[in-house]
């Protein structure tokens, strides 16, 4: 399998050709996305693509000065150029620097399948027996990564086709037992902006590297380790054969492996560790469990953290504490009603709470911003467009210490704040008008007090005081009130049988209509219409 590099420096193009690559029954994957040139050679000393496809026009380092660095370091790896423009420098430095290709934008499926298939030619060609040889170690590695995310994410769960993958990828222990370990990173998102320019995956493969090589140096037993990512990129999976480590020796890799990367690259490792299970075909459960494991883990922990079945597990507080049904209804009333000074002030609250339960796990800190994030979507639901990354699952998935906690905290506030802010969510009498507007227009309707509350995102109770102090009505008077002027109009000025209008109104029981009517003017319909209907009527708008 041949990897693929996508250098562009605005994501949907990225996003684009990636996806494309993608649908391509090719034997292609990409391994790696970089927003310029500058990036994309740093990236390349870890994930070594065998084909890079790169647009021209990017800041940093631009498509020329980025295909002659290609050209002059790194001449093994065949490059596709697409790019927006056709200008005559462009084409010279492609032809120069010996592109496998130009394609212009828009490139349609079939160009750029005919252009990596020709990249695919040339870097086979390109290769040495040396080369060869690690490109052939390389893949070996890359698809028993595809294969155990597979068999992890229960994408293959046939028995039978297990076992004979595994056999066929080498895999020697996949009939033995074992235990699976998940790893995750504290720190994770800060060390990828600081040192890695936001990139997540590059920070990822190095932290993979280093793994490998821990467990090079400690020398392994006849049944060898395997590392893959997780089908979210967003933590390591070490599969440990029990005859190769017992518990407390992956505890001491671990802890090796920790302090190589918290000096290398400042992380401290949070993990968690499965039972024994017996079959690769277990590996989901196995994965299930060191998850569960990995999240038992105490949110404030700092340094080395690992939680296994065997480890005693101490007492902890439940995510009720830290987020009772009460102030949940707080905060729901106050995102309801556009209180932003009120959100602030109860979501300080929960930060001040979560400072205080030492105890507290990852999984309670995940589960409360989870539910405080589904209470904003239900009540506010354009703000999930306007903040996609406060609502993104791995957004929260990847907390694993308070510092993230705290942080994902602020920034959700402040979004808001600002939200409120921009659609100006307190009620006035303006909005109240509005209101009243819109009732006018759908009286006849079947709308209750919180349908309207609802769709003008304010707080039900709070709603109704306002719609008191402007109107001078409540909500049921003011939508009777039009119902009955609506109903003594249709009674003067038209021939329609009472129960026609009955329903015209918003009384599907006719019964209780009359009852309505008689109570709002003294009269049932057919007195009123005997008594009026040969007179004008002006409505009481």
């Known amino acids: 399998m041949y990897k693929v590099m996508v250098v562009d420096d605005e994501s949907l193009g990225r996003k684009s050709v990636c996806k494309m690559i993608s649908e391509l029954s090719l034997d292609l994957e990409v391994i790696a996305e970089a927003r310029h040139g500058e990036e994309a050679l740093e990236l390349m000393r870890i994930s070594k693509p065998h084909i890079i496809v790169t647009d021209m026009n990017m800041p940093v380092m631009n498509g020329q000065q980025f295909l002659e660095a290609l050209y002059t370091n790194y001449s093994e790896i065949k490059v596709i150029v697409i790019s927006g423009y056709s200008q005559y420098e462009y084409m010279k430095a492609a032809v120069t620097f010996q592109a496998c290709e130009y394609v212009l934008k828009p490139i349609s499926l079939t160009e750029l399948k005919s252009a990596l298939v020709k990249a695919m030619e040339a870097s086979h060609n390109h290769l040495t027996l040396q080369q060869q040889k690690k490109f052939t170690q390389d893949m ?156 038992s883990n105490v949110l404030h922990a700092t340094s080395f953290s690992l939680s296994s079945p065997e480890l005693p597990v101490a007492s902890t507080p439940s995510v009720s504490e830290l987020l009772t049904v009460f102030e949940l209804k707080s905060l729901q009333q106050a995102f309801a009603a556009g209180n932003g000074s009120e959100s602030r002030e ?131 008077e003011y939508v009777t009130r039009k119902r009955m002027e609506k109903s003594c109009e249709l009674l003067n000025m038209s021939e329609s049988k009472i129960s026609e209008i009955s329903e015209l109104v918003g009384y599907e029981n006719q019964r209780y209509f009359s009852q309505v009517f008689k109570k709002f003017t003294g009269q049932t319909p057919s007195e009123y219409r005997e008594r009026h209907g040969a007179k004008s009527f002006t409505p009481k708008f």
């Open 140 to 295: 070996w590695q890359l698809r028993r990564e595809v294969f155990f995310q597979h068999v992890t994410s229960r994408r293959i769960t046939n028995v039978v086709d297990i076992q004979s993958q595994a056999e066929e990828l080498s895999i020697t222990c996949a009939r033995g037992s074992f235990r699976l370990v998940l790893c995750m990173f504290r720190q994770f998102q800060d060390i990828s902006t600081m040192k890695f320019h936001g990139n997540a995956d590059l920070l990822m493969y190095s932290i993979e590297n280093i793994l490998s090589e821990v467990l090079t140096s400690a020398g392994q037993d006849a049944a060898p380790s395997y590392i893959y990512k997780s089908d979210d990129r967003m933590s390591l999976c070490l599969y440990v054969p029990e005859s190769a480590y017992k518990e407390s020796q992956i505890r001491d890799l671990l802890v090796t492996f920790h302090n190589v990367i918290n000096q290398m690259l400042k992380l401290d490792v949070v993990a968690g560790l499965s039972s024994v299970f017996h079959h690769l075909e277990r590996l989901p459960d196995a994965f299930d469990i060191a998850n569960e494991q990995l999240r």
């Open 346 to 476: 109860l979501l300080r609250n929960v930060l001040l709470k979560a400072e205080k339960l030492s105890g507290l796990t990852i999984r309670e800190g995940q589960r409360a911003l989870k539910k405080l994030t589904e209470v904003a979507a239900a009540e506010m639901a354009e703000m999930v467009l306007s903040y996609p990354q406060l609502f993104d699952a791995r957004s929260i998935s990847g907390i694993v210490n308070h510092s993230q906690f705290s942080d994902f905290l602020s920034q959700f506030t402040e979004a808001i704040e600002e939200y409120h802010a921009s659609k100006g969510m307190t009620p006035s009498v303006h909005s109240i008008h509005e209101i009243a507007a819109y009732l006018d227009a759908h009286y006849f309707e079947d709308i209750s007090l919180i349908d309207i509350a609802t769709r003008f995102h304010l707080d039900p109770s709070y709603l109704s005081k306002q719609f008191k102090s402007v109107t001078s009505e409540n909500f049921i």
